[in-house]
Each structure stands twice: as structure tokens, then as C-alpha cells.
């Protein structure tokens, strides 16, 4: 049975960073795209970045320059570092894994995987 399980969320001052971590069970995923969403109150769960088996990254316009998505193949496991959070960046974040790996889906339907979500709060 696949699991994706995130850590590393909580609450954060704007300005302040956090690290998420998701780690894979049940298959490696080392040929597929792994992605970060996040969902807010009362919005549509968004693409946060994607990141494909060569390293190859994809990020939203709301976020590039301040968060970093990276992968370890051997450990099944990648990352979202998220520099210079800021309150509009309050929600929950969900790793998510496909069963491709030449482009990143931008829509939920992309997705064969999800984690359960973790909250991230950042406040002003």
C-alpha cells in the first residue's frame, strides 16, 4: 500500500522559513513527478511546484525565488524550503506523486498520490 506522510509544518512569522519534508512507502517513485499543493480556506487546492526524476523544476509565479522543491531518489522522500513565507502563503500543504515523469500536471486529476496535508500558518 502506497503512503505519503508530510512533516514539517507549523506556525512561522512572516519573513521566516519552513522546511517540508514527504516520505514515500509501498514503491519507489524514483522515474515520477513529485509535486507540492497547497489549499487555503475556501480555495481551490493550487500547484505549488513539481519536481521531475532529472531534477527539473516547476514553480508557481506566487513563489519563485522564495521556495525550493528538491528530491532524494535513494530515500523516496522530497522537500519544499520555503524562504520569506508570507500570511498569504497560510494553508495546507499536500505532497503529491504521479505516475509519469516527463511533464508536471498542474491539475489535481495529474495526481495518483496524495499525503493527508500539513498546515502551515504564517502570520503578520
Known amino acids: 500500500q502506497v503512503q505519503l506522510v508530510e512533516s514539517g509544518g507549523g506556525l512561522v512569522q512572516a519573513g521566516g522559513s519552513l522546511s517540508l519534508s514527504c516520505v514515500a512507502s509501498g514503491r519507489t517513485f524514483r522515474s515520477y513527478v513529485m509535486a507540492w499543493f497547497r489549499q487555503a480556506p475556501g480555495k481551490e487546492r493550487e500547484l505549488v511546484a513539481g519536481i521531475l526524476s532529472d531534477g527539473s523544476t516547476k514553480y508557481a509565479d506566487s513563489v519563485k525565488g522564495r521556495f525550493t522543491i528538491s528530491r532524494d531518489n535513494d530515500k523516496n522522500t522530497w522537500f519544499l524550503q520555503m524562504n520569506d513565507l508570507k500570511p498569504e502563503d497560510t494553508a495546507v500543504y499536500f505532497c503529491?506523486?504521479?505516475?509519469?515523469?516527463?511533464?508536471?500536471?498542474?491539475?489535481?486529476?495529474?495526481?495518483?498520490?496524495w499525503g493527508q496535508g500539513t498546515q502551515v500558518t504564517v502570520s503578520s
Open positions: 503529491a506523486s504521479t505516475l509519469r515523469g516527463d511533464y508536471v500536471p498542474r491539475g489535481l486529476t495529474g495526481y495518483t498520490y
